[in-house]
């Protein structure tokens, strides 16, 4: 049975994580981005990636091309293209292992 409640902390450390990692500077929608693999939690499918500017990027694993079985692994060398969500943030979309 699972804890609603510790998954709910969980997805809100998150959220936490993702909006305070987001910055100013944003990457021009569109454009083709290199960077490498911050974090990936396997088991939710999410993970984080960085570019050269240090901007976080969130990535979820139905936006990743390549590898197909869609698992990225820390300082993993990536491009991806960037897109703005429906609250306004960048996300990263297209992702594949360089």
Known sequence: MFNT???????????????????SFMEEEG?????????FNEKGGYGFLVNS????MFVYRDDIISPSNKILFVGEKVSYDVTTNQNGQQKAVKVKVV
């Open 5 to 23: 409640e510790k998954e709910i902390n969980l997805s809100n450390s998150v959220l936490s994580v993702y909006k305070n990692s987001y910055n």
């Open 31 to 39: 454009l083709k981005v290199q960077g490498q693999v911050k974090s």
């Open 53 to 56: 500017h240090n901007q976080v």
